[in-house]
Protein backbone atom coordinates (compact mmCIF):
# COMPACT_ATOMS: atom_id res chain seq x y z
CA UNK A 1 0.00 0.00 0.00
CA UNK A 2 1.53 3.35 -1.26
CA UNK A 3 1.20 6.01 1.43
CA UNK A 4 -0.02 9.18 -0.96
CA UNK A 5 -0.32 11.87 1.79
CA UNK A 6 3.82 11.55 2.27
CA UNK A 7 4.44 12.64 -1.13
CA UNK A 8 5.12 16.58 -1.96
CA UNK A 9 3.12 18.00 -4.64
CA UNK A 10 5.22 19.50 -7.12
CA UNK A 11 6.69 23.45 -6.81
CA UNK A 12 5.45 22.97 -2.94
CA UNK A 13 9.58 22.65 -1.70
CA UNK A 14 10.49 26.08 -1.26
CA UNK A 15 12.71 28.52 -3.17
CA UNK A 16 15.16 27.10 -5.67
CA UNK A 17 18.78 28.29 -5.41
CA UNK A 18 18.22 30.77 -8.50
CA UNK A 19 15.86 32.61 -6.20
CA UNK A 20 17.48 32.58 -3.40
CA UNK A 21 20.43 33.79 -5.26
CA UNK A 22 18.56 36.68 -6.82
CA UNK A 23 16.99 37.78 -3.74
CA UNK A 24 20.44 38.53 -2.17
CA UNK A 25 21.42 40.32 -4.77
CA UNK A 26 18.42 42.89 -4.45
CA UNK A 27 19.12 42.85 -0.85
CA UNK A 28 22.56 43.89 -1.08
CA UNK A 29 22.15 46.46 -3.62
CA UNK A 30 19.15 47.86 -1.46
CA UNK A 31 21.65 47.68 1.96
CA UNK A 32 24.29 49.57 -0.18
CA UNK A 33 22.13 52.35 -1.23
CA UNK A 34 20.59 52.67 1.91
CA UNK A 35 23.90 52.97 3.62
CA UNK A 36 25.13 55.45 0.91
CA UNK A 37 22.69 57.84 1.81
CA UNK A 38 22.82 57.55 5.56
CA UNK A 39 26.50 57.96 5.26
CA UNK A 40 25.75 61.32 3.02
CA UNK A 41 23.39 62.39 5.31
CA UNK A 42 26.19 62.16 8.30
CA UNK A 43 29.11 63.48 6.29
CA UNK A 44 26.10 66.47 5.23
CA UNK A 45 25.20 67.10 8.67
CA UNK A 46 28.78 67.26 9.93
CA UNK A 47 30.09 69.85 6.85
CA UNK A 48 27.17 72.26 7.78
CA UNK A 49 28.27 71.76 11.45
CA UNK A 50 31.64 72.86 10.17
CA UNK A 51 30.26 75.55 8.41
CA UNK A 52 28.25 77.27 10.68
CA UNK A 53 31.25 77.50 13.10
CA UNK A 54 33.45 78.68 10.42
CA UNK A 55 30.84 81.57 10.09
CA UNK A 56 30.80 82.74 13.79
CA UNK A 57 34.36 82.79 13.77
CA UNK A 58 35.29 84.34 10.69
CA UNK A 59 32.48 87.12 11.84
CA UNK A 60 34.44 87.50 15.13
CA UNK A 61 37.34 87.67 13.83
CA UNK A 62 35.88 90.31 11.30
CA UNK A 63 34.98 92.47 14.86
CA UNK A 64 38.31 92.15 15.83
CA UNK A 65 39.78 94.01 12.72
CA UNK A 66 36.94 96.52 13.25
CA UNK A 67 38.31 97.34 16.82
CA UNK A 68 41.92 97.01 15.28
CA UNK A 69 41.53 99.53 12.78
CA UNK A 70 38.82 102.06 15.00
CA UNK A 71 41.91 101.88 17.23
CA UNK A 72 44.89 102.41 15.13
CA UNK A 73 43.68 103.97 11.68
CA UNK A 74 43.95 103.15 8.26
CA UNK A 75 47.96 102.14 7.19
CA UNK A 76 49.27 103.24 4.16
CA UNK A 77 49.86 100.06 3.10
CA UNK A 78 48.32 96.55 2.60
CA UNK A 79 47.83 94.22 5.88
CA UNK A 80 47.98 90.89 6.04
CA UNK A 81 48.15 88.42 8.93
CA UNK A 82 47.17 84.82 9.64
CA UNK A 83 46.69 82.27 12.99
CA UNK A 84 44.42 79.91 13.90
CA UNK A 85 41.46 79.86 16.62
CA UNK A 86 43.04 77.41 19.18
CA UNK A 87 42.90 80.30 21.68
CA UNK A 88 38.74 79.88 20.88
CA UNK A 89 38.55 76.20 21.42
CA UNK A 90 38.62 75.28 17.69
CA UNK A 91 42.40 74.94 16.84
CA UNK A 92 41.52 73.12 13.75
CA UNK A 93 40.21 75.83 11.95
CA UNK A 94 42.51 78.58 10.70
CA UNK A 95 42.53 82.02 9.68
CA UNK A 96 44.16 84.86 7.35
CA UNK A 97 42.94 87.94 6.46
CA UNK A 98 44.37 91.51 4.23
CA UNK A 99 43.48 94.85 4.75
CA UNK A 100 44.10 96.74 1.25
CA UNK A 101 42.97 99.89 -0.17
CA UNK A 102 40.89 100.08 -2.46
CA UNK A 103 41.90 101.17 -5.64
CA UNK A 104 39.83 102.51 -8.55
CA UNK A 105 40.65 103.73 -11.99
CA UNK A 106 42.88 106.51 -12.56
CA UNK A 107 41.78 107.25 -16.37
CA UNK A 108 38.08 107.69 -15.20
CA UNK A 109 38.47 111.37 -15.36
CA UNK A 110 40.50 112.14 -18.41
CA UNK A 111 37.89 109.69 -20.17
CA UNK A 112 34.88 111.72 -19.43
CA UNK A 113 37.02 115.23 -19.97
CA UNK A 114 38.15 113.45 -23.66
CA UNK A 115 34.39 112.66 -24.13
CA UNK A 116 32.62 115.60 -23.40
CA UNK A 117 35.59 118.01 -25.18
CA UNK A 118 34.78 116.00 -28.48
CA UNK A 119 31.36 116.10 -28.04
CA UNK A 120 31.70 119.51 -27.51
CA UNK A 121 33.44 120.71 -30.46
CA UNK A 122 31.93 117.78 -33.12
CA UNK A 123 28.84 119.90 -32.56
CA UNK A 124 27.17 123.32 -33.61
CA UNK A 125 24.32 122.73 -31.11
CA UNK A 126 24.16 125.38 -28.38
CA UNK A 127 23.12 122.94 -25.51
CA UNK A 128 25.75 120.38 -26.50
CA UNK A 129 27.88 122.98 -26.03
CA UNK A 130 27.33 123.92 -22.44
CA UNK A 131 26.37 120.17 -22.11
CA UNK A 132 30.42 119.40 -23.09
CA UNK A 133 31.77 122.16 -21.58
CA UNK A 134 29.91 121.45 -17.82
CA UNK A 135 30.77 117.93 -18.30
CA UNK A 136 34.18 119.11 -19.01
CA UNK A 137 34.29 121.22 -15.56
CA UNK A 138 32.52 118.60 -13.42
CA UNK A 139 35.70 116.21 -14.73
CA UNK A 140 37.95 118.19 -12.85
CA UNK A 141 36.56 117.61 -9.62
CA UNK A 142 36.14 113.45 -10.08
CA UNK A 143 39.77 112.73 -9.60
CA UNK A 144 40.16 114.65 -5.88
CA UNK A 145 36.60 112.40 -5.24
CA UNK A 146 38.45 109.22 -6.55
CA UNK A 147 41.47 110.36 -4.25
CA UNK A 148 39.49 110.78 -1.04
CA UNK A 149 37.80 107.38 -1.66
CA UNK A 150 40.84 105.62 -2.10
CA UNK A 151 42.23 107.24 1.57
CA UNK A 152 38.67 106.85 2.73
CA UNK A 153 37.80 102.99 2.04
CA UNK A 154 39.50 100.20 3.32
CA UNK A 155 38.48 96.48 1.69
CA UNK A 156 38.87 93.78 4.78
CA UNK A 157 38.93 90.02 3.82
CA UNK A 158 38.86 86.89 6.17
CA UNK A 159 39.06 83.36 5.10
CA UNK A 160 38.66 80.98 7.70
CA UNK A 161 39.81 77.58 6.34
CA UNK A 162 39.26 73.71 7.93
CA UNK A 163 39.89 70.26 6.27
CA UNK A 164 37.14 67.30 6.11
CA UNK A 165 37.21 63.17 5.84
CA UNK A 166 37.32 63.31 2.16
CA UNK A 167 37.37 67.27 1.61
CA UNK A 168 40.07 68.85 2.64
CA UNK A 169 41.30 72.73 2.79
CA UNK A 170 37.54 74.02 3.21
CA UNK A 171 37.46 77.81 3.06
CA UNK A 172 35.05 80.33 4.35
CA UNK A 173 35.42 84.17 2.75
CA UNK A 174 34.04 87.16 4.75
CA UNK A 175 34.56 90.46 2.78
CA UNK A 176 33.09 93.58 4.46
CA UNK A 177 34.39 97.24 3.61
CA UNK A 178 35.35 100.16 6.21
CA UNK A 179 34.96 103.85 5.87
CA UNK A 180 36.52 106.84 7.62
CA UNK A 181 34.27 109.24 6.68
CA UNK A 182 36.71 112.13 7.93
CA UNK A 183 39.28 111.26 5.86
CA UNK A 184 37.30 111.66 2.68
CA UNK A 185 35.81 114.83 3.97
CA UNK A 186 39.83 115.73 4.26
CA UNK A 187 41.01 114.82 0.78
CA UNK A 188 38.37 117.20 -0.57
CA UNK A 189 39.36 119.92 1.31
CA UNK A 190 42.87 119.53 1.21
CA UNK A 191 43.47 119.10 4.80
CA UNK A 192 45.06 116.69 6.80
CA UNK A 193 43.97 113.66 9.15
CA UNK A 194 46.42 112.48 11.90
CA UNK A 195 47.22 108.38 12.35
CA UNK A 196 44.62 107.35 14.82
CA UNK A 197 41.81 109.48 14.03
CA UNK A 198 39.68 107.14 13.35
CA UNK A 199 36.38 107.02 15.45
CA UNK A 200 37.14 111.19 15.95
CA UNK A 201 34.54 113.09 13.92
CA UNK A 202 35.94 114.93 11.27
CA UNK A 203 35.65 118.59 9.73
CA UNK A 204 32.43 120.27 10.06
CA UNK A 205 30.60 117.37 12.06
CA UNK A 206 31.60 114.51 10.36
CA UNK A 207 30.69 111.09 11.63
CA UNK A 208 33.31 108.52 13.01
CA UNK A 209 34.29 105.48 11.02
CA UNK A 210 31.84 103.00 10.37
CA UNK A 211 30.74 100.45 7.84
CA UNK A 212 30.81 100.49 4.43
CA UNK A 213 27.84 98.32 2.90
CA UNK A 214 27.02 95.15 4.52
CA UNK A 215 29.64 92.26 4.85
CA UNK A 216 29.44 88.91 2.34
CA UNK A 217 29.86 85.75 3.61
CA UNK A 218 30.88 82.80 0.38
CA UNK A 219 32.73 79.52 0.53
CA UNK A 220 35.84 80.06 -1.45
CA UNK A 221 37.83 77.75 -3.21
CA UNK A 222 35.68 74.77 -1.12
CA UNK A 223 36.24 71.57 -2.20
CA UNK A 224 33.25 69.25 -2.33
Known sequence: MTDTGSRRRPG?????????????????MTLVTLLSIVTNNIRATHHAK????????????MVDLEDQVLENGFSTSDEAAEGTFKEQGHGDFRWDSVIERVELPADAALKQRDEAQDKAKDSTNPMSLISG???GMMSSFIEPIRLGLQEA??????????DETGRPKQTLEVVQYLADPSKLDAALTGGGVAPGAMGAAGAGGTPP????????ISPAGAKR
Open 50 to 61: LTTTATFLARAK
Open 153 to 162: VRRVTVHVTW
Open 209 to 216: AGLFGAPS
Open 133 to 135: FLG
Open 12 to 28: SGGFTLLEVMIAVAILS
